[in-house]
Structures are given as structure tokens and as C-alpha cells.
């Protein structure tokens, strides 16, 4: 049930479970599809369709990145307006979560979390 509540914000948006996280990568600077790939941890032909997906949808563009301007990918302003979106549903829901702990067990909580996290990456 936690699973499907948590899916609702990326289905509202048409999105898959994993798009979020290549919104959330190319939000920080372009990259190349090699290293989108290396950063996100997946197999260059699983990413390839992700991909083409998400430029089908306007919400990411081929553009050239980096100082030798090598071919890579960004986000589209559509792809930024989403993304917002996405991390300001992330943050309430984060409060909601952890709005009533104290400081200190907020803390404890989100290591615990970041490990948790970690653990699942293996």
C-alpha cells in the first residue's frame, strides 16, 4: 500500500517508478548517457529506452554538456517544472513523516533512512 501512495505522484505525471531519479540526476548539470547511466546504476539499453521515453514527453533534450561540449542530455523547462514538483511532493511528504520527531530523533531517523537506502543499492 506504501508502495502504490508513493507511486501516485509519478503516475499523476505520467511517469514511470525510476524516471524521478533521471529527472533528479540531469537537475543537477547535463551529463552524457554514459554517465547518466553510471550515476543511476543501469545498463545503458534499460536507460536508452527510459530515455527515449522522457524526450518523447518533452521533459528531457539532447543537448551538448560539459567543457568539450559532448553530446549529452538536460532537462527541458518542462522536465525542471516537473522535477520541482516532484521534490516539493517529496519534501511534504517528508514532513508528514517526520513532523513530529524532535530534532535529534529527525536526525537519528534520516541516517537510519540513508542506510536503509544504501543497503537496498546492493
Do not use: C, Y
Not at 3 to 9: E, I, S
Not at 64 to 88: F, K, Q, S, W
Amino acid at each position: 500500500m506504501a508502495h502504490q501512495a508513493l507511486l501516485v505522484p509519478l503516475r499523476e505525471r505520467g511517469l514511470e517508478p525510476g524516471d524521478d531519479a533521471v529527472l533528479f540526476e540531469l537537475a543537477r548539470s547535463g551529463t552524457t548517457e554514459t554517465a547518466l547511466a553510471a550515476q543511476l546504476g543501469l545498463p545503458q539499453d534499460a536507460l536508452d529506452a527510459r530515455l527515449a521515453r522522457l524526450i518523447g514527453r518533452e521533459l528531457v533534450g539532447r543537448q551538448a554538456v560539459g567543457p568539450e561540449l559532448a553530446p549529452g542530455l538536460a532537462l527541458t523547462e518542462r522536465g525542471v517544472r516537473i522535477r520541482n514538483a516532484l521534490a516539493d511532493h517529496w519534501t511534504q511528504l517528508e514532513e508528514a513523516l517526520m513532523g513530529e520527531l524532535k530534532p535529534k530523533h529527525r536526525k537519528k531517523f534520516a541516517g537510519t533512512l540513508k542506510r536503509f537506502v544504501e543497503l537496498l543499492r546492493l
